[in-house]
């Protein structure tokens, strides 16, 4: 079964600073998916970034990066250059497989607050 | 950007009513999925369908049910709704195949049970 462990239930950074959210995960599958969305007070989920298992590189979409390691199974959501918007609840999740289909599994989310 | 539209945003009902959520996409998406969300905690899948006249039920268990008749619509009803039902509940769709499968995401409905 897979799962998702987030330490980090929250962290407080400074506006323009990076920061830098944990995340393992636990998977039997040979190819897998990782993710990362964001949360706003507002309740919605907004999806950041994405990282295949079998992806060398590690993903970037603006001032998001994902440091894949595959070996330690951890897929850390990097945030540069911190701003106060970013101050919400990041969950990271995996596809997850059985039972004839795939969903998403989440962990259970870091609680980010940017101070000026 | 995928648009997915959930109603009510917020709902105050009293136990034993009847309730529906509606979840509706104007994306053609195949795939939907209904999770529940309680206050700072992470994400459980109750629902989720892959076409039309296809439902299953997810990883939490869960007392409500759902209906695929269309392929945009994608509701679920609490037939008699107690306190314990009280949590927020997000709607998601993805046409996406293979493991870069991205969930877009409703606005969520939280539900209050008195």
């Known amino acids: 079964a897979q799962k998702i462990t987030q330490t980090q239930p929250g962290m407080f950074v400074q506006e323009k600073e990076a920061v830098t959210l944990d995340c393992t995960y636990d998977?039997?599958?040979?190819?897998?998916?990782l993710f990362w969305y964001k949360q706003p007070s507002s309740g919605e989920m907004i999806f950041l970034i994405y990282?295949?298992?079998?992806?060398?590189q590690n993903a970037t979409e603006g001032r998001y990066s994902l440091n894949f390691q595959k070996a330690r199974k951890s897929a850390n959501l990097v945030i540069s250059a911190s701003q106060l918007g970013d101050s919400a609840m990041y969950f990271c999740?995996?596809?997850?497989?059985?039972?004839?289909?795939?969903?998403?599994?989440f962990g259970s989310g870091t609680r980010l607050q940017v101070q000026p | 950007e995928a648009d997915i539209y959930q109603t009510p945003r917020y709902l105050v009902i009293g136990t034993g009513k009847k309730i529906t959520l509606e979840c509706s996409q104007t994306?053609?998406?195949?795939?939907m999925y209904w999770y529940q969300q309680d206050p700072g905690m992470e994400l459980h899948l109750i629902h989720y369908s892959y076409g039309v006249n296809s439902t299953e039920k997810g990883d939490l268990s869960s007392e409500s049910t759902v209906s695929r008749i269309r392929t945009e619509h994608f509701p679920l009803t609490l037939e008699s709704a107690r306190p314990s039902h009280t949590s927020q509940y997000l709607c998601?769709?993805?046409?996406?195949?293979?493991?870069?499968?991205?969930?877009?995401f409703g606005s969520g409905t939280q539900l209050s049970v008195l």
């Open positions: 998977t039997s599958d040979q190819s897998y998916g």
């Open positions: 998601a769709s993805s046409d996406q195949t293979g493991w870069g499968e991205k969930l877009f």
């Open positions: 999740a995996t596809t997850k497989t059985g039972a004839g289909r795939r969903a998403l599994t």
């Open positions: 994306m053609g998406h195949d795939k």
């Open positions: 990282q295949g298992s079998y992806d060398e």
